[in-house]
């Protein structure tokens, strides 16, 4: 009975892995919560990604908005939803493989908190099943699989499913958000922020010289926390460990973005700043690092 139970398993995940090895590349988008979002998102670079792309963005669910398509097919977004550039950096790291260009979102960068994903990515035990067996990754679970196919049947494949949230203002509730954040703000040490923004410094220095273009690049918030004075000083410190022309810094748009919550673009507003990313872009040439165009 064992035996019969042992084979069938066996038969239905060698079924299992033919059907990925011929469709696991029409598969997409298989997560359903922010966590497993971020797992299928990190899998994905780790084990499919990472080779085939020349330009990186590396941020929070702040730049994960950010539309990559209008930029070009060469970037891939490793922002993470509830996380920071930082956790980006170390699986960039963990991949092996440099980028040659390197976009850093500055809001989250002296964020650096340790994260269940990035702890059982650490894994090696696991991290090599994940590698070696597909069947194990967080994108390849039958239930999600299963939605996603329901999903692009139903709204085409590829095409974005934006919440509703994501598309109008609440005034009342921004409001509300952005009184919350302000009260809730608790700058952090200063000597909190250069521990954290050294670290990033020692990990950047070394890929600078190894050839990878660094762009650091700030995603526009509400004016009232854009204006706090913890804003502006991390402003200055990512200047000031990151000075040009060895890195490139995008400017600031001066123009007003609008918010859902105070920090997250509304999806119209996340195309816009797009445009704009784009725009700045355009006015660096290429060399040894992107220097500004006089």
């Not at 340790?114 to 070696?132: A, G, I, N, Q, V």
């Not at 410190?237 to 105070?262: E, N």
């Amino acid at each position: 009975m064992i035996k019969r139970v042992l084979l069938s398993t066996l038969a239905l995940l060698l079924v299992y892995s033919w059907f990925i090895r011929q469709y696991g590349a029409d598969i997409s988008r298989t997560g359903q919560t922010t966590e497993q979002r971020n797992m299928v998102k990190a899998e994905e670079f780790l084990f499919e990604a990472s080779a085939r792309y020349d330009t990186l963005i590396v941020g929070s669910s702040m730049s994960d908005r950010l539309n990559t398509d209008s930029l070009s097919a060469d970037y891939y977004n490793l922002s993470l939803a509830g996380m920071s550039a930082q956790d980006g950096l170390q699986l960039i790291e963990m991949s092996g493989r440099l980028p040659h260009v390197l976009f850093v979102e500055t809001n989250t960068l002296t964020r650096n908190e340790p994260s269940p994903l990035m702890e059982s990515l650490s894994d090696p035990t696991w991290l090599w099943l994940k590698r070696h067996l597909p069947f194990t990754r967080q994108k390849f679970q039958p239930a999600g699989v299963f939605k996603a196919m329901l999903r692009d049947w139903s709204h085409g494949k590829g095409q974005p499913v934006v919440p509703e949230t994501a598309m109008y203002v609440d005034t009342n509730f921004l409001n509300k958000a952005v009184a919350d954040r302000i009260q809730a703000v608790i700058p952090p040490p200063d000597s909190v922020l250069h521990t954290s923004l050294g670290k990033v410094r020692n990990r950047l220095e070394q890929w600078r010289r190894q050839g990878v273009r660094v762009v650091f690049f700030e995603i526009p918030m509400d004016p009232r926390l854009q204006a706090m004075p913890i804003q502006g000083k991390v402003r200055q410190l990512v200047r000031q460990y990151f000075p040009s022309p060895d890195y490139a810094h995008l400017a600031l748009p001066m123009d007003v973005y609008q918010t859902t919550d105070g920090v997250h673009l509304t999806y119209g507003e996340a195309n816009r700043f797009t445009g704009h990313v784009r725009q700045q872009i355009q006015d660096y040439i290429g060399g040894p690092y992107l220097v500004k165009k006089e």
